[in-house]
């Protein structure tokens, strides 16, 4: 019996990704130089396929990282001289938070309980911040940030700049990229590639914030700050030697996705979650752990099974299905289900009927 994993990252592979492997191997990708043509080629195919799937402004740079956690780092770096602003509603929020704390940063923060989101009518700001840092996919709770409310951010601080970590949100979520400053990922969730590759995304505005720092002897970082980052950019090339297969691989898969047409994906994605969610909405002990439903992300679906979550994960493992557990405090008690563009709906459907008995 095939196994398919609705984990949320890593997760299922992207149906094409063995085939690219082969490909990736048989050209033996894996020993070029990362500054020889080659290389070049391979940054410059993934550079120009990203920016075509995401549609990302031509004032944008992209930077292969390790991880989206190393991006965090990155961000707060070169873009905070005293103060960054924080929205907290879960794990990997907090985990943003915790990083300008330990890169010696002072933090402001608004704070909501987990599984709910943020009345941004009502938030009130007593300073200007430098940054604000925003989850819009919060991945430990399956709470979501509609676009709208970053935008209208940006209307009331248009001198600020705006970080938004879509992990497990990319390449679904829609955002207008003119109206923030920087976004990060990693491939192993929404793109179905393997862990390993970080991929940031920063506007001139970032880089100039960088330059400024620097100016003013502020640390930036070393060999990963923005201006070196930049400086290889581009040239559609890396600071040191990448995760060249990781690169190749993304470049494909946007290469496919492009294919498959982004709002197809979208759209997929929206009638896979209605699935999940009505299925949910009416189930007599298993509960949807975000209860608004204006809150609830579209690619992270948090179910509350109490102390039923080892029964409720054997049985869907038995019939090949492999869900992830519950995040943090809520390990135990919750399973989270994925759903991204490489799960298909007569998998979905099948969750369904596996609950359902």
């Known amino acids: 019996m095939k196994t398919t994993y609705f984990t949320p990252g890593p997760t299922e592979l992207y149906p094409e990704v063995g085939h690219y492997l082969q490909q990736g191997i048989k050209e033996n990708l894996c020993s070029i130089n990362h500054r020889s043509k080659e290389f070049i080629d391979i940054y410059k195919h993934t550079h120009h396929s990203l920016k075509k799937l995401l549609n990302?402004?031509?004032?944008?740079?992209?930077?292969?990282?390790?991880?989206a956690t190393e991006c965090m780092d990155r961000i707060i770096q070169n873009c905070v001289e005293?103060?960054?602003?924080?929205?907290?509603?879960?794990?990997?929020?907090?985990?943003?938070c915790k990083t300008s704390v330990e890169l010696h940063k002072k933090i402001?923060?608004?704070?909501?309980?987990?599984?709910?989101?943020?009345?941004?009518?009502?938030?009130?700001?007593f300073s200007y911040p430098e940054l604000f840092c925003i989850t819009q996919n919060e991945t430990s709770t399956g709470v979501?940030?509609?676009?709208?409310?970053?935008?209208?951010?940006?209307?009331?601080?248009p001198e600020s700049l705006i970080a938004v970590d879509i992990v497990t949100s990319a390449p679904y979520v829609n955002i207008d990229y003119n109206k923030i400053d920087c976004a990060f990922f990693s491939v192993q969730k929404g793109f179905g590639l393997p862990a390993g590759l970080g991929v940031l995304m920063v506007n001139f505005k970032c880089i100039e914030k960088a330059i400024y720092l620097k100016s003013k002897n502020i640390s930036i970082g070393s060999y990963h700050n923005f201006l070196s980052l930049y400086e290889n950019a581009v040239k559609y090339q890396t600071t040191e030697t990448p995760n060249v297969?990781?690169?190749?691989?993304?470049?494909?898969?946007?290469?496919?996705?492009?294919?498959?047409?982004?709002?197809?994906?979208?759209?997929?994605?929206?009638?896979?979650?209605?699935?999940?969610?009505?299925?949910?909405?009416?189930?007599?002990?298993?509960?949807?752990?975000?209860?608004?439903?204006?809150?609830?992300?579209?690619?992270?679906?948090?179910i509350e099974t109490g102390k039923k979550?080892?029964?409720?994960?054997?049985?869907?493992?038995d019939n090949g299905i492999i869900v992830g557990s519950g995040y943090g405090n809520m390990k135990e008690t919750q399973i989270r289900i994925a759903n991204f563009p490489m799960h298909k709906i007569e998998d979905v459907r099948k969750i369904i009927r596996v609950l359902s008995h």
């Open 82 to 96: 005293s103060t960054s602003f924080h929205f907290i509603n879960g794990a990997f929020a907090e985990r943003f």
């Open 144 to 157: 979501a940030i509609d676009p709208e409310d970053i935008y209208n951010l940006k209307k009331h601080f």
């Open 245 to 302: 297969l990781g690169i190749y691989l993304l470049g494909k898969v946007c290469e496919d996705m492009i294919k498959r047409g982004i709002e197809n994906i979208r759209k997929e994605t929206e009638e896979k979650s209605k699935l999940l969610y009505d299925f949910f909405d009416g189930h007599g002990s298993l509960k949807l752990f975000v209860k608004d439903p204006s809150d609830r992300s579209q690619t992270i679906i948090n």
């Open 108 to 125: 402001e923060k608004i704070e909501v309980e987990y599984g709910r989101g943020f009345n941004f009518k009502d938030l009130i700001y």
């Open 56 to 67: 990302l402004p031509d004032n944008y740079a992209i930077f292969f990282l390790n991880s």
């Open 309 to 317: 979550q080892a029964e409720i994960k054997k049985k869907l493992s």
